[in-house]
């Protein structure tokens, strides 16, 4: 296992590039200065038919963003992603298919 350290909000390294059959991340989204950019990399460096699984602390659709400001403060974000905003980015950004799985 080779790992390297990086910045994903630098962008990532072009030797990435269709090097990768899964990329999993497990609650860091939420602090990513553009997840378009971020989503479209992950796709770039995913080897044909690979696959982006994540989890995140999202609020729910609908929420308001006042309700969630305390949270957002304490977790170095300044907005939750919604369910629908992740779906609509997937497609967006050039995924195939997303889904959605609530367990809260």
Same mark, same amino acid.
């Given at each position: 296992v080779d790992v !390297? *350290?990086? @910045?994903?909000?630098?962008? *990532? %390294?072009?030797?990435? =590039?269709?090097?990768?059959t899964h990329v999993i991340s497990c609650e860091v989204l939420c602090h990513a200065a553009s997840k378009p950019?971020?989503? !479209?990399? *992950?796709?770039?460096?995913? !080897? %044909?038919?690979?696959?982006?699984?994540? =989890?995140?602390?999202?609020?729910a659709d609908g929420a308001d963003e006042k309700? *969630? !400001?305390?949270? =957002?403060?304490? @977790?170095? =974000?300044?907005?939750m992603a919604r369910p629908s905003e992740y779906l609509e980015l997937l497609k967006e950004t050039g995924y195939k298919q997303g889904s959605f799985m609530d367990f809260s």
């Open positions: !390297k *350290l990086c @910045n994903f909000n630098d962008g *990532l %390294p072009e030797e990435f =590039t269709g090097k990768f950019g971020l989503f !479209k990399d *992950l796709q770039r460096i995913l !080897k %044909p038919g690979g696959a982006f699984v994540f =989890t995140d602390i999202m609020g309700v *969630l !400001k305390d949270f =957002t403060d304490r @977790n170095a =974000t300044t907005k």
